[in-house]
């Protein structure tokens, strides 16, 4: 084999290299790129899923503030009240999963308190003494899983964006 002969392969058998790189290359690339353009659809999906989410959340945290706001009419109320109780338990048990953690809870608390305290409000002109002093206590506990609920909900619900700008009462920027 002359040297122009091997010459010659040796340029075709590197021109078939790059040629197989350069063609490896591109299905590499178009392999990458399908993989990016899957995981952009799927977040694109998981944020749309979020964003209505966080409208179902922030609906629920409403439900749950106003019927939180009447619960404590269950403590001038002679008796039990089953249709206000319904209407909570069908709000918890379509709803609450929309509601964070410890709305839920207090929720839960509130719920369990509109139910007990009428029940211990009307014995509690028997109890005399020790008994008396406990039952109170009982029924301060009630109330104020009641009362506070709609704190704990409000401030579930933050709706400040961090970073926001505001102006101070002496009307200087201020930060959130």
């Not at 392969?9 to 353009?37: D, M, P, Y």
């Not at 509130?110 to 509690?124: D, G, Q, T």
């Not at 002093?133 to 109330?143: F, G, I, Y």
Request: one cysteine or more.
């Amino acid at each position: 084999m002359s040297e122009l002969e091997f010459n010659t392969i040796a340029n075709i058998f590197t021109f078939a290299v790059s040629v197989a790189l350069l063609l490896g290359g591109i299905k590499l690339r178009h392999h990458l790129f399908q993989e990016f353009e899957e995981k952009w659809r799927t977040l694109e999906r998981k944020d749309k899923f979020r964003l209505a989410a966080l409208d179902e959340k922030l609906k629920a945290h409403q439900e749950a503030f106003a019927l939180a706001r009447q619960m404590p009419n269950v403590m001038g109320s002679e008796g039990f009240d089953f249709n206000f109780y319904t209407k909570c338990n069908r709000f918890f048990d379509t709803r609450s999963l929309y509601l964070t953690h410890n709305a839920r809870d207090a929720f839960a608390k509130a719920m369990a308190a509109v139910h007990l305290y009428p029940m211990n409000a009307k014995s509690l002109p028997r109890e005399r003494g020790h008994k008396r002093e406990k039952a109170m206590e009982v029924l301060a506990d009630l109330s104020n899983d009641m009362l506070i609920l709609p704190s704990i909900l409000s401030s579930e619900v933050d709706l400040e964006v961090p970073g926001d700008r505001l102006v101070t009462s002496d009307g200087q920027p201020g930060q959130s």
